[in-house]
């Protein structure tokens, strides 16, 4: 029901206050938006009622008006929030606009021309896809199992060929087909953050005692390729869950990403160490955990886009991640280019590469960027919170920000602590959208759906915030507790029913077995399966297995 006008409840209200009195006047006669308004008495008093006179009527619709009035004002004020039903579909996302023109412009979304003129005023048709690789980063954290009564504990809790179907995901479930998990370890063994601390309950029937899941190589359907312009290589790298990764970031300085094996000719482009280390170890001693997840991503980039190449496809590949999962795409995304996983044919040419990465930190030192950027065309754009801390580091004082000369003398001193933002920024700022409180919690302005929903709301500096697709405010609540009280969308309210518990045939509760999915979605050899595997229909296209 639309919200009552004040000049119309007078008129509601008559046949009621005939009756005698104010008190029963029903909230079913109304529709609000702000709840607060419901919770509370009309009327204070605790006396008997009487019977009420022409002038206690009038005052008690005076009365009445002046709480509704506010209330009234703000259900209006946030239905403004949402593009209405009758604007251009160019507008919004998703519309047949949207598929037609995608095919054409896809490598000005991909940052052929590094996003000029598509910032401010935002292109509605990179807000839409943003959002889009966003969703794919933010299923890594849905999907991520971190129950320490669980013996899956840091795996995925869905089977690779269903993957967006059990998250709920139709479009990407229809746009994409995951073809590989990504396992990660790390060799630093600090025993207080050791993965044993999340085995205490599950003890030894923990599925991995090293392994955690950390992300997910997918490539667009036939049918998704058609409307993109392409056939589209998705990599998603989930942020840090775990303990063991926290010790990771914390591993704050540079080191040569040569020495790391990445075939890089200058020993001066480096990266932070944490994150390295967590991309190129291994544990020979884990299944999971053989190859590092560098070995597993470059194997199954080359054969995706060798495969779709060959069939005469043009091939891009996009990265995309979320805080630790930012750092990884930005250090893939150049090892990919670095490494020659994304060459198409012998005359040199390249699928190409583009980094959507969401609050994520720096990675590498000045020279790093400048081999990222400008010697391999690697492009990224960053997604950030004015108010996150996670972005401004490492290189608090020695960063892209102070002046060139400053910088080299730094580097050339060879101080470890000078780190180089790569790519477009695209900063966003939270207090701009009136869906969400003032919070002193960083994990609030830290949080992925919270960019995306300001992603969904932003058209440019200066511009109003207005949902540009009605992308339900509800998720950012989804792990944090950020919205306003009046929505009544209580804080991390995403959970699996009966956490994850089923009811066994004989009526016990139980665990699901999972062995069985994380021994088809594993690549046992980590360097391909058999070769009656390599190619199995899926989704409308071929699937590759390694």
Known sequence: MAPVSCRDVSQQLSPLLHRGTAANTSHGKFS???????????????KRLQPSSAATRDDAVASLVGQLEPNVDQDEEEEDLYL???????????????????????????????????????????????????????????????????????SCKYPCRAFFERLGMPDAARGYAVTRYLYATSNFRFPSFSFSDKRSRADAKVWSQRANWIGYVAVSTDEESARLGRRDVAIAWRGTITRLEWVSDLMDFLRPVADEGIPCPDPEVKVESG?????????????????????????????????????????????????????????????????????????????AVCVYSFSGPRVGNGRFRERFEGELGVKALRVVNVHDSVPRMPG???????PEMVRRVAEGLRMPWCYSHVGVELALDHKRSPFLKDTLDPGCSHNLEAHLHLLDGYHGSGERFVLASGRDPALVNKASDFLKDHHCVPPSWRQDENKGMVRAPDGRWIQPDRRGHLDDDHHHDGHGGNDGDEHRSHHGHFRLFG
Not at 324 to 329: F, I, P
């Open 84 to 154: 209405p039903d009758d604007v251009p579909s160019t507008r919004r996302r998703g519309s047949q606009s949207h598929d037609d023109e995608l095919a054409s412009r896809w490598r000005e979304i991909h940052g052929c021309d590094d996003w000029a003129g598509l910032l401010d005023p935002m292109d509605p048709l990179l807000r839409s896809e943003l959002i889009r690789y966003g969703e794919l980063a933010q299923a890594c954290y849905d999907a991520f199992d971190y129950d320490l009564s669980s013996r899956y504990c840091g």
């Open 32 to 46: 609000f938006r702000r709840a607060q308004s419901l919770c509370g008495p009309l009327t204070t008093t605790n």
């Open 275 to 351: 994150f390295v280390d967590l991309y190129t170890d291994k544990d020979p001693s884990c299944r999971f955990c053989k190859y590092s997840a560098r070995e597993q991503v470059l194997l199954e980039v080359r054969k995706l886009v060798g495969h779709y190449a060959t069939l005469g496809e043009e091939v891009s590949v996009s990265v995309t991640g979320h805080s630790l999962g930012s750092s990884l795409a930005v250090l893939s995304a150049y090892d990919i280019a670095e490494s020659g996983a994304n060459l198409i044919s012998g005359d040199g040419r390249r699928a």
């Open 396 to 402: 608090l004082f020695l960063n892209e920000g102070v």
